[in-house]
């Protein structure tokens, strides 16, 4: 098995898994200020096609409320995570992919999603640098 074998993790990789977690969460409750903590600026996001840079916490809260206000247009009030695995990038870097359920009322499923999070270590903390969604 190699370091970067996603069925071995490292303390970086765990750090990095736990941040996707937490930003997770962040997102089903809505939390735009507790999801614009989960970040390192500036950063980039890929959804729909197109590349946005945030460039502090107030551009990434009003990009996740957009965000969140398309998802309710689709009808989705919750989701889960299906898979997440890990992989060290370099020093302080751990890419980590999943695939996310959005649901609707009840559980029902609408559509599954793939992102990929490039997770970077500053200072003490574990934050989000880079996401790409592909649904």
Do not use: H, K
Request: charged residues 25%; aromatic residues 8%.
């Amino acid at each position: 098995m190699t370091r970067n074998d996603p069925n071995v993790n490292t303390p970086a990789t765990e750090a990095a898994l736990e941040r996707v977690r937490e930003y997770f969460a962040t997102v089903q409750r809505g939390d735009s200020e507790a999801y614009a903590a989960q970040w390192i600026y500036p950063a980039c996001v890929y959804t729909g096609g197109q590349w946005q840079a945030l460039l502090n916490p107030a551009a990434c809260r009003e990009s996740n409320a957009r965000y969140l206000a398309d998802l309710r247009d689709m009808g989705v009030t919750g989701g889960r995570i299906l898979e997440l695995a890990a992989r060290e990038a370099g020093p302080g870097a751990v890419w980590v992919d999943g695939r996310f359920s959005r649901e609707a009322a009840a559980g029902r499923v609408i559509a599954e999603t793939r992102a990929s999070y490039l997770v970077v270590r500053s200072g003490d903390a574990w934050r989000v640098a880079v996401c790409v969604v592909r649904s």
